[in-house]
């Protein structure tokens, strides 16, 4: 007897669903009757995430290379699904805050970690040869990557070091961008000529990243976190989570891509060039960039030496020692 009342309960609560659509219920249920049972490939469309691997050259680790920026996408794309819920938000709710910033730190955990397939997964002699059936595409066009920089942090904490003192929050979004950061490590310094890499992304997806800077103007993760009440912002928990994130973000993920760059790149008569002609060993050390999310949770000094330690070790591993 109790489940038919709560059969009925729930026929009520779709007939209210429902009644706004000039469809009665008993259509609805009709294409319920005749809908197929949901299979787990048909749910996570399985046939077609594997179809998507389409190597270029006759190199099975090729298809190693695909997979993993594949995957890496995939899970900037986690990120960026709590980063907008994050920002969205009304309830200035603390414990919300700490859940959605310890979710995007265990997504980049995975990545971290995940660089092991990439250093150690392939054949060196077999990238150096597939790599030059990419040109000129580079995992330096990630546009989510950029995404989450720009739903992270206002836009003039991602203007170049050498020129942030210029600029400011009262910058325009467009002054801010042409001034980012990330331009300069596809930019000829001599001439001042950008490489195609950039142009192509900039084409391509310029009109959408200043579009998602307007939309966040004021309102960043770091401006949710200004914008806490004091006892809020100094809460411990709050504070060590976006630390992590910095960290993850702008100084770990980045010294991961170095050891990659260095394991496939380097070589005892120069570095190779990266297929886009980004300039990895300028573009990719923290210390160079200072890129910082949240600066309002760090001393002077620890800003001035943002990443340092951290790349020393990567250059010099013989001479100096990280704590």
Known sequence: MEDKEKIKSQISKLEEKYKDSGQDLSSYLDGLL??????????????T???????????????????????????????????KQLVDDKSNSLEFFIEKVRRVNSYYKVLISSFSVMIKGMEREQFLQYRMALLPA?????????????????????VHVSERAQFSSESTI?????????????????????????????????????????????ATIYHKYLSLPKEQREDNTLVDSLKTLDVNANINWQLMHMGSAHRYLRKETGDIE?????????????????????????TEQELNNWGKQWVDHMLNPDKSKIE
């Open 49 to 83: 995430l594997l179809s998507l691997q389409v190597p270029r050259t006759h190199f099975p680790d090729e298809e190693i290379f695909i997979m993993y920026h594949q995957i890496t996408e995939l899970y900037f794309k986690l990120i960026l699904h709590e980063q």
């Open 138 to 158: 580079s995992g330096f066009q990630s546009a989510q990557f950029r995404m989450i920089e720009l739903y992270a942090t206002p836009l003039e904490n991602l």
């Open 174 to 218: 467009e002054e801010l961008y042409e001034h980012i950061y990330w331009k300069k490590g596809a930019t000829d310094v001599a001439t001042g000529e950008k490489t195609l890499t950039l142009k192509q992304f900039e084409y391509r997806y310029t009109p959408r990243l200043i579009r998602i800077a307007k939309q966040v103007e004021n």
């Open 274 to 298: 990266a297929t886009g002609g980004t300039n990895w060993k300028e573009y990719l050390p923290p210390s160079f960039q200072k890129i910082v999310f949240f600066p309002e949770l760090y």
């Open 34 to 47: 005749h809908q197929r049972y949901l299979t787990y490939w048909d749910y996570i469309h399985l046939d």
